[in-house]
């Protein structure tokens, strides 16, 4: 197989630049370091030489093909260096007027019919691209790090970019082996947009003492399924990188209230405490190990009352074969006895509000989550109201940990945690697919690989239902009255006549 860029320069030598350069040798490229700093490119070279001889030592590679890999890879001194490359990635600080200028300075050095490329994560290919004098044969190419293991990118056409570049770049890209998803040029592309979801709204709730960031990573976890919690992955990521991302995008979009950031992850990166690599952030590390405050156990010795389950609850009937099943005893009057524990199940409002519309006591009302079906989540959650006696509290925490499942007991939410994350996550990706940001298909990739979701954002919507998650954003905007919430008119229109969230017009 011919590769499509014989020889491929990258101009900077960081962590992405190298983890590209890596791959296009691995794809039989010849391959071009530069950086403005020598030592860097050196660096950079170096550390790639020792990660094919490591490949070598578990087997993957054999000894003439590390060879021959490091005979394709080599660095140059100065931007001449990379005139006759076929394609220049750049891959350098995410600042619009150095990577303008670097640009600027490269047309004047690659010959007419070289390939231009970013590796930008936040900024407007077309704006880079403005003061070029062949702006067609430029486009963005998002990589993500560390390069070699996340097997995505994305190739983003600018206002002016010839489409057969675009398709050669995503060729080119599976020949690194990646798969390649098309963006159009908007803020955050696929990837860094339908991420604003998770840990805004994640961000939102602490924010309302709803409560702490372990809770809310032990619930996403267990009754999502994804691999780290909002507050762990931002540890991970490290806010020096997260919140001016944040914000980035929420100014990009001319303040969309979707993507609000928080003060929460302003004053915490003020404070230093930016995450793992500080040592501490949203956790503390020992050791690089994170120290996450135990669960409080569960009242197990509380009184447990008769329970009453309001008609109105969402899935009433696997309420009811629940309870049945961990013991309960169930009241079936058409209201509670002034004993009982009320139970309700509400989509997107609050324990309060239902309190209230019901006419229900609320010191003795207590809420639970039941979006995700029982049999498929590792956790049940709990909410009360601020007027819930601490009796009744205990009790329904003490009956729906019988069997063993852990329960999280928080405070008063419009949506719970889930109901919330979820619907705002769907909500971000359904309006994606209105603007024709990408295609239904490419956004599912895309998230699933670059952010590792358990099910892409449109797939989750589906499995939850469009008309459930709708209800729970009608209801959240009921509560707040906060145009975040507002259903995007791709879920509005196949929430209301049942089709998938997938399902693209003809």
């Not at 390939?115 to 430029?138: C, E, H």
């Not at 959650?381 to 925490?397: E, F, G, K, Q």
């Not at 239904?440 to 499995?463: F, H, I, Q, S």
């Amino acid at each position: 197989m011919t590769v499509i860029y014989s020889i491929v320069g990258i101009a900077g030598a960081g962590a992405m630049g190298r983890g590209i350069a890596q791959i296009a040798a691995q794809a039989g490229s010849t391959v071009k370091l530069f950086d403005t700093q020598a030592s860097a490119g050196l660096a950079a070279r170096d550390a790639i030489f020792s990660q094919w001889d490591r490949m070598v030592e578990k087997g993957r590679l054999d000894s003439a093909q590390a060879s021959a890999l490091k005979s394709r890879l080599g660095t140059v001194d100065s931007l001449s260096g990379l005139a006759d490359c076929d394609l220049v990635v750049e891959a350098v600080i995410e600042r619009l007027d150095i990577k303008k200028a670097l640009f600027a300075e490269l047309e004047s050095v690659v010959r007419d019919t070289a390939v231009l490329a970013t590796n930008t994560s936040s900024l407007s290919v077309t704006a880079i691209a403005a003061g070029l004098k062949r702006p067609q044969r430029f486009a963005g190419y998002h990589f993500f790090n560390p390069v070699p293991l996340m097997k995505v990118v994305e190739v983003i056409a600018g206002l002016k970019t010839d489409a057969r570049h675009c398709d050669d770049l995503a060729a080119y890209a599976r020949q690194m082996g990646h798969t390649a998803v098309a963006a159009n040029d908007t803020p955050g592309f696929i990837v860094n947009h339908a991420g604003r979801g998770y840990g805004t709204e994640a961000l939102r709730i602490v924010g309302e003492s709803v409560t702490d960031f372990a809770t809310i990573d032990r619930i996403l976890r267990d009754q999502v399924g994804f691999k780290l919690g909002p507050f762990e992955l931002l540890d991970l990521t490290a806010l020096d990188v997260s919140h001016p991302a944040m914000v980035s995008i929420y100014q990009q979009y001319f303040e969309e209230p979707r993507f609000r950031p928080s003060i929460i992850t302003a004053q915490r990166l003020a404070g230093g405490l930016v995450g793992r690599k500080a040592g501490e952030g949203f956790y503390r590390y020992d050791k690089g190990v994170a120290q996450v405050p135990a669960e409080a156990p569960a009242p197990l010795s509380a009184t447990i009352p008769p329970v009453w389950v309001s008609p109105r609850a969402a899935r009433r009937a696997e309420l009811l074969l629940l309870l049945k099943n961990l013991g309960a005893r169930i009241e079936t009057g058409a209201s509670p006895s002034p004993e009982a524990l009320t139970l309700v199940a509400p989509l997107g409002f609050d324990i309060s509000t239902v309190a209230v519309v019901e006419r229900l006591d609320p010191a003795r009302t207590v809420g639970i989550d039941m979006l995700v079906d029982d049999a498929a989540t590792r956790r049940r959650v709990l909410a009360t109201n601020p007027a819930t006696r601490a009796d009744m509290r205990d009790a329904a925490h003490a009956l729906f940990a019988s069997d063993g499942k852990p329960v999280s007991v928080i405070r008063d939410s419009a949506g719970f945690v889930t109901q919330r994350v979820v619907a705002t996550i769907v909500n971000i990706a359904s309006d994606m697919c209105q603007q024709s940001v990408c295609s239904p298909k490419d956004l599912e990739t895309a998230v699933t690989l670059g952010l590792g979701y358990p099910l892409g954002p449109l797939a989750m919507g589906d499995r939850y239902g469009p008309a459930n998650v709708l209800e729970v954003l009608f209801n959240m905007q009921t509560v707040y009255g906060d145009p975040r919430y507002r259903p995007s008119p791709w879920l509005r229109r196949r929430g209301a006549i049942g089709l998938s969230l997938m399902h693209e017009e003809a």
